[in-house]
């Protein structure tokens, strides 16, 4: 069946980028005609939530991450997917900073210091200059931390942003700047090397960052292997996964690559030749994923919070116009008997607040207490860790350049020690604290729709005491949990980003609170890590050793002892400092969001429903003629709010059907 030639839209995984991209705007048209009807109805409030969903759904674009440890490919597989030499390539690590590339009409290049706030506009021509590696003092961190580069690319015309990280492993300051952007990516690209796919340090990484999200497996170099080889290497390397991950989790997800060619392919305009290097496939199947898979969740999200919104606005319409028809002085004696109803309506929603509050101190005082105790525990391990890590650097009998090897030795023990001990910790927060915080948040999710249905009750009384005839009909839909309609806001994004909220209105407010703790494993990880910069407690420690003299094969010996036994008494007295500032963060990026957006909800509830009064009452005092008006604003602005509730429940559908 042609689906455009029946009068149906196209799917987006028929019609690709194009077809999202139709949604999308569909689904900001909706929003501009909400606003519209908020500002009408004088509810600023909604006006700032539809606002703000707009800018978002106007700005969202797909984020495509590529990781792996250096020397993989990653810049050339990237410009092959640009299909120019954006990016730069070296054969040692090159990359220094995160670079997001986006599209420009017109090639154009901003980078960012630490501190800065605003970017420093350079010319393209000196990006690879800027950001490349200074690889005679590799080990020092770049003054940039960020590029974006805007280039005529077709990709990214598609509203899709390509981010190309610096190498794992290839200097440890590195991971900390891929570590932070990881948990914004919408599909992660795992580049390896064909011939020796999955090393200690790529399978660690996997297990520990990757656990929330679904990669795409890119192995480079695939044309250097002979033909004869090549179904070993592949069914290697699907096994080493798979071996990790499960057999089913990332079916389809493999793809063996020659990047070089598929960069002079795409530059020569060869559609051929490009297809046949690989990465024609990765670029369709990414783009099939990002189109559905990923959109589903982006637009979903606003979808349904434009609904929320919608149906909030359309809740006081019924008693405003009920209101129109009582006597001004009736309405006037109903309003000041309203008083105190109102004042206990206000102390129960401060009274829930507090609540809240609370329960999160009292969340907060147990992820600190959990994670100091598993931090102290853990210091035991450091010593045998220390013992066996792994090392490339050897001493070697020459006296003159003996401490200089010694201090490089000393460097590569410790910095392997802390990032091995980062791993332990990464691994402890998704696989022993999470359960326990999902359990907490879920009991408190239920306590709080029951405090909320409470509020509900004695907010429709309060309507239907205003408006003096019992029965009158109340927009919106009472089916979803009181937790999940008070995150459905424009606020509600930030409770475990669009996840949260599209997981909560799908299949309840419990669930939406669970699906904060993907993003806040990775996030914990590394807040949790004792050592934060790895280098920069290796170096520190090293620094000490070198006040001794080592004699004979005892060197390196002596240095794993003495590196794993300061590291451990670090980890111990360091626990308290670093379970509490983590602990804080929680708090600060989960449940004080939460916290807000419920108390603002119940806020802005109470005081929509004093405006309507207010509007109600001003209109009675002008006359029959201004009743009239505002009876068929009313009647107006409800249908306009019925049809964006029906037209995003359409979306909402197509959406949940993909």
């Known amino acids: 069946m042609n689906r455009e030639e029946d009068g149906l839209p196209m799917t987006t995984e028929e019609g690709g980028y194009a077809a999202a991209n139709a949604q999308r705007e569909r689904l900001a048209d ?99 200059e800027l950001i490349t590696v200074n690889n005679a003092s590799g ?12 280039w005529p690319l077709e990709l990214c015309r598609h509203n899709v942003v390509l981010i190309d990280s610096p190498g794992l492993n290839a200097y440890a300051t590195h991971d900390d700047i891929t570590l932070t952007h990881l948990s914004q990516a919408d599909a992660v690209i795992f580049l390896q090397h064909a011939i020796a796919p999955m090393s200690i340090s790529e399978s660690g990484f996997l297990q520990t960052y990757l656990s929330a999200h679904d990669p795409f497996f890119v192995f480079t170099y695939f044309d250097a292997i002979d033909d004869h080889e090549r179904d070993d290497v592949v069914h290697s390397a699907r096994r080493r996964i798979t071996t990790l991950r499960g057999e089913d989790r990332d079916e389809g997800r493999f793809f063996f690559v020659d990047g070089k060619s598929a960069l002079r392919a795409r530059i020569a305009e060869d559609d051929e030749a ?131 090897r010694a201090r490089q030795v000393a460097d590569e023990i410790a910095s392997g020690t802390a990032k091995a001990m980062e791993e332990k910790v990464a691994l402890w927060v998704t696989g022993s604290l999470k359960p326990v915080i999902e359990q907490d948040m879920g009991r408190l999710a239920e306590r709080m729709n029951a405090e909320l249905v409470a509020f509900d009750e004695s907010l429709d009384k309060l ?115 670093q ?19 419920v108390s603002e909800g119940m806020s802005a509830r109470i005081e929509e429903l004093t405006r309507s009064v207010a509007s109600a009452r001003a209109a009675l005092d002008q006359g029959e003629e201004a009743v009239e008006q505002r009876r068929t604003e009313l009647s107006r602005l409800d249908e306009l709010l019925s049809q964006v509730d029906e037209e995003t429940g359409d979306l909402v559908a197509e959406l949940t059907r993909m």
């Open 274 to 404: 490009f297809r046949g290097t690989g990465v024609d496939a990765v670029e369709r199947q990414l783009e099939r994923y990002l189109v559905t898979e990923r959109h589903k969740v982006k637009l979903l999200s606003p979808a349904r919070s434009l609904r929320g919104v919608a149906q909030e606005l359309r809740r006081n319409i019924p008693s405003e116009l009920k209101m129109l028809e009582s006597e001004n002085a009736d309405l006037e004696q109903r309003w000041t008997a309203a008083q105190q109803p109102l004042k206990e309506l206000e102390a129960q929603a401060h009274q829930i607040s507090l609540d809240i509050h609370n329960q999160t101190r009292e969340l907060q005082d147990r992820v600190e207490t959990l994670l100091g105790g598993f931090l102290t525990g853990i210091a035991d391990e450091a010593l045998p860790v220390a013992q066996s890590v792994d090392i490339t650097t050897k001493l070697g009998m020459n006296p003159l350049k003996a401490k200089e």
């Open 579 to 597: 379970a509490r500032e983590a602990a804080r963060a929680f708090a600060v990026y989960t449940m004080e969001p939460l916290e807000r957006q």
């Open 30 to 128: 909706m929003c501009r005609r909400a606003q519209k009807a908020a500002e009408q109805i004088g509810n600023n409030g909604a006006v700032n939530d539809v606002t703000a969903l707009l800018e978002r759904i106007e700005n969202e674009a797909f984020h495509v991450m590529v990781v792996g440890d250096f020397n993989r490919g990653k810049s050339t597989f990237v410009n092959a997917l640009l299909g120019d030499r954006v990016l730069p390539v070296k054969a040692v690590p090159a990359t220094a900073v995160i670079t997001e590339v986006r599209f420009g009409e017109s090639p154009a290049a901003l980078l960012w210091t630490e501190d800065a706030v605003e970017p420093e506009a350079v010319d393209p021509a000196r990006l690879i």
């Open 463 to 577: 309507r239907v005491d205003l408006h003096g005839a019992s029965g009158a009909a109340v927009g919106g839909d009472r089916e979803a949990q009181p937790l999940t309609r008070f995150l459905a806001g424009a606020g509600g994004w930030v409770i475990g980003g669009p996840a949260g909220v599209l997981v909560g209105s799908q299949f309840g407010a419990k669930e939406a609170l669970r699906t904060i703790l993907p993003t806040l494993a990775v996030t914990l990880a590394w807040l949790c890590t004792p050592f934060g910069a790895p280098t920069l407690v290796a170096a520190w420690i090293a620094q000490g050793l070198f006040q001794v003299n080592f004699a004979g094969d005892r060197v390196e010996k002596k240095m794993r002892e003495e590196i794993g036994r300061e590291m451990a008494t670090q980890l111990r007295i360091a626990a308290p400092t």
């Open 139 to 150: 080990a020092e961190r770049s003054p940039y931390v960020k590029a974006q580069v805007s």
